[in-house]
C-alpha cells in the first residue's frame, strides 16, 4: 500500500501506520492529535481517505 490510489475511502488506525510505515502506538498518536478529522464507531478509529490525504500533502484548512 504504497499509493493513495490503493487506499480504501475509509481508513483504520492500522490503514494509516501501514501506509506511513510506523508502528501502531504513532499512529495511535496521530489520530488523537487532532491533526485530521476522525469519526469514533464504537471503540473504532476512522479516517476518510479524503481528510486523511489532505493532512498528508499539506492542505490543512485550504479548502
Known amino acids: 500500500?504504497?499509493?493513495?490510489?490503493?487506499?480504501?475511502?475509509?481508513?483504520?488506525?492500522?490503514?494509516i501506520?501501514?501506509?506511513l510505515g510506523i508502528g501502531r502506538g504513532k499512529a495511535y498518536e496521530l489520530?488523537?492529535?487532532?491533526s485530521f478529522h476522525v469519526v469514533r464507531v464504537g471503540s473504532?478509529?476512522?479516517v476518510s481517505?479524503?481528510?486523511?490525504?489532505?493532512?498528508?500533502?499539506?492542505?490543512e484548512g485550504q479548502e
Open 49 to 59: 481517505k479524503k481528510s486523511f490525504q489532505h493532512w498528508f500533502e499539506g492542505f
Open 1 to 15: 500500500m504504497n499509493k493513495f490510489e490503493d487506499l480504501k475511502d475509509v481508513l483504520t488506525v492500522k490503514d
Open 31 to 34: 489520530v488523537h492529535s487532532g
Open 17 to 19: 501506520a501501514v501506509f
Open 44 to 46: 473504532r478509529i476512522l
